[in-house]
Each structure stands twice: as structure tokens, then as C-alpha cells.
């Protein structure tokens, strides 16, 4: 909670024990919270050349690309990322993001869906496979993704996207009513008890944290 703080004890640590790939990542980390971009690369960069391909230094490389307003260069990344941590969920939501944002929608939804092969119900990606299929105009294809995702979201960000402007073909078309009608039966349930509030915010997409070692 204090970045500046947390620099000044990782300096400290490179001048008692030496420089390493995860000190130099971390303090990359600090330097990113207070928006230190240049000095935040310099230190990812020292932790590549340290550990070339260290996993949590190649993600914060991709975050700095993002910042730098090259999503070209950010995918480049995070698919390398990903082909060393295939299952972080955090990596494949901002990639299918950053897919999407290049026109590669039908990728995005390709890898989501490779991943998707091998996971539960309950797995939350399901509601941003759901999105991409319907601006995909695959209508089943989307109506059976918001479905399993009743299972690992709430019920509220669910309504949200069968509101969304993505779904909006199929709700004139009528092909989700039977699943409009379960959204709205299980709606009624939980408004019926308090609601958290990170589940009223709006759907919207957003850069995350930087991963320390």
C-alpha cells in the first residue's frame, strides 16, 4: 500500500544481497503504482536480461506496451506469458481484450474457447466468451456461454451483458427468452439480499495490477 516505501526497501535488498530477476521485477512493480512509467521499464527490462522469459517481468513488459499504447506489442507479450502460465485467467481476459481491440475477435474467442475445453461451470471466463461470440453474431454459440456463466458470475454482471449493446440482435430476435426468463427469475432472488458493491459497477474493461515474483 505504500510503493514509495516498498522501493526504498528493495533498493536496500539489491545493495545488501545483489541484484536478481525478481527483486528488479518487484521494484519495477513499486515504480509502476506511483506511474513512474520510464523507470518501471528500466527495471523489467534488467530483470529480462537478468532471467530472459521470467514470467512475471514478460506480463508487467506487456502492461508498459499497454501504457505506451501499443496493443500490437502487449499481445506479442502476453502470448508468451501465456505459453509459460496457460492458465491464468487475469492473462487470457486482457488478451482476448487486446484481441478484440485489433479486429481479432474471432482469435480471442478461439483461444478463450481452447481454454474453456478443459475448465468447470463455474470458470468466470465464460461471460467474456459469451460477449465475443454474440459480437461475433454467434448466436447459440453466445446464449450458451451466458448460460454456464449463471454458474461463475454474479447474477448481476450476467443481466448486465444480456443488456449489453453485444446482445442486443439477439434480444430482438427472440432466440434468448427462455434464458432472459431464468436471468430475471434468479435477478429477483438476489435482489431480494444485499448486494456487494463491485457487483453494481458497469461492465467495462481495465488494465490489471502488475504481478510481483
Known amino acids: 500500500s505504500h510503493p514509495d516505501m516498498l522501493g526504498s526497501c528493495l533498493l536496500m535488498a539489491m545493495a545488501v544481497d545483489g541484484e536478481n530477476e525478481a527483486i528488479k521485477n518487484d521494484l519495477g512493480v513499486a515504480y509502476l503504482q506511483q506511474q513512474r512509467m520510464k523507470e518501471a521499464y528500466r527495471q523489467f527490462r534488467s530483470a529480462e536480461q537478468i532471467r530472459p522469459g521470467f514470467p512475471p517481468t514478460r ?13 500490437a ?32 475477435s474471432e482469435e480471442a474467442l478461439r483461444m478463450l474457447e481452447k481454454f474453456l475445453n478443459h475448465q468447470p461451470p463455474d470458470q468466470p471466463l465464460f461471460l467474456d466468451a459469451a460477449g465475443l461470440a454474440a459480437r461475433l453474431n454467434q448466436h ?15 447474477i448481476q454482471t450476467v443481466a448486465r451483458m444480456y443488456q449489453s449493446a453485444a446482445f442486443r440482435d439477439i434480444r430482438l430476435s427472440g432466440e434468448g427468452d427462455a434464458l432472459a426468463a431464468r436471468i430475471a427469475n434468479k435477478a429477483r432472488a438476489a435482489f431480494g439480499t444485499p448486494v456487494a458493491p463491485d457487483e453494481i459497477q458497469p461492465l467495462r474493461a481495465t488494465v490489471p495490477d502488475a504481478k510481483v515474483r
Not at 140 to 154: M, Q, V
Request: hydrophobic share 40%.
Open 59 to 71: 506480463f508487467n513488459l506487456a502492461l508498459c506496451a499497454i501504457s505506451d499504447h501499443n496493443p
Open 73 to 104: 506489442f502487449a499481445v506479442r507479450l502476453l502470448g508468451q506469458y501465456l505459453g509459460l502460465r496457460p492458465t491464468d485467467t487475469t492473462a487470457l481476459r486482457l488478451q482476448a481484450h487486446l484481441l478484440s481491440q485489433l479486429g481479432r
Open 140 to 154: 447459440g454459440n453466445a446464449l450458451r456461454n451466458l448460460d454456464t456463466a449463471l454458474n461463475g458470475n454474479s
